[in-house]
């Protein structure tokens, strides 16, 4: 099985569209705390006004199919839509895709389902996402549930998932999607997100998408974003998913983190951190 982190580009989180950093980051995160970790990846607390934070698909091929997991963010922003153009640089249509994964239904990761017409831009790809993802993002729920700032949310939601419908498959277990490649419960960050791990001989890439937004989140897994919808359920999928993938010595690709989003977890005192690996030049 052959991988390539495939970027789609990203964004700068800063008021006033959002909150601080610290705020959407690490929201429940002690002041004097928080100063302390972020001195020591050299950030100042204080003058911490904007995160720039990549976005990274991921491309899997091999037994005869080429899969995608996540379609970034499509228009959403004019920093972002530029998965299809990377395809394509590594000499990849859209239609040469026959799987697409989707870890979740949040923006970022769903925006490109479809092109600036509406059309699907993946034509000829089957879609696969957790059940409960699915069912929470197509019903009243996620209205219901999620404050005035999630309804822009909803919103694109109720864009970039019908047209996917007639070619989904819902899973609601942790189960093969393809062989080599499996879903994994990673519940937290929204009511149905998954991990996807790939594994190919002795090796093993574990793609954790928004299990955790930014390295600090390894050393502090209980500090979480003001977008995780389940916090106690994102603190113990954290737990679980970041030592397995220390265990296991896992490659782990982390959607938000910087390009190419690929490292190691290490075990650090209580908690891990991240060991990026080298990007290649
Ligand atoms: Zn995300």
Wanted: hydrophobic residues 40%; aromatic residues 8%.
């Amino acid at each position: 099985m052959e991988c390539m982190a495939v970027s789609d580009g990203g964004l700068t989180y800063a008021p006033p569209m959002f909150p601080p950093p610290a705020t959407i980051l690490f929201g429940n995160a002690p002041a004097k705390a928080l100063a302390q970790v972020l001195g020591e990846h050299d950030v100042q607390l204080e003058t911490w006004t904007e995160w720039t934070s990549p976005y990274t698909c991921l491309l899997i091929g091999g037994a005869g199919h080429l899969v995608l997991v996540d379609t970034g963010a499509g228009s959403l922003a004019p920093s972002t839509g530029r998965l299809i153009h990377n395809l394509r640089s590594a000499e990849i249509a859209p239609g040469d895709i026959d799987t697409v994964i989707l870890t979740h239904a949040h923006p970022d990761h769903t925006g490109g389902n479809i092109d600036s017409e509406g059309k699907l831009a993946f034509p000829n790809a089957r879609y696969v996402m957790w059940k409960s993802e699915w069912d929470f993002w197509t019903s009243d729920q996620a209205a219901r549930k999620l404050g005035e700032h999630g309804q822009m949310m909803v919103a694109f939601a109720q864009r970039t998932l019908p047209p996917i419908r007639d070619r989904l498959d819902l899973v609601d277990r942790e189960t093969e999607i393809l062989p080599g490649i499996r879903a994994v419960a990673a519940p937290g960050h929204t009511p149905g997100h998954m991990a996807v791990a790939i594994s190919s001989g002795e090796q093993q890439l574990l793609c954790i998408s928004d299990t955790v937004l930014h390295p600090i989140h390894l050393e502090r897994p209980e500090w979480y974003a003001v977008v995780d919808f389940a916090p106690e359920q994102v603190i113990s999928t954290r737990r679980r998913l970041l030592n397995e993938a220390a265990t296991g010595k896992s490659l782990v690709l982390a959607f938000h983190f910087p390009f190419p989003a690929l490292g190691h977890v290490v075990p650090k005192g209580s908690g891990w951190r991240w060991q990026p690996i080298n990007r290649p030049g």
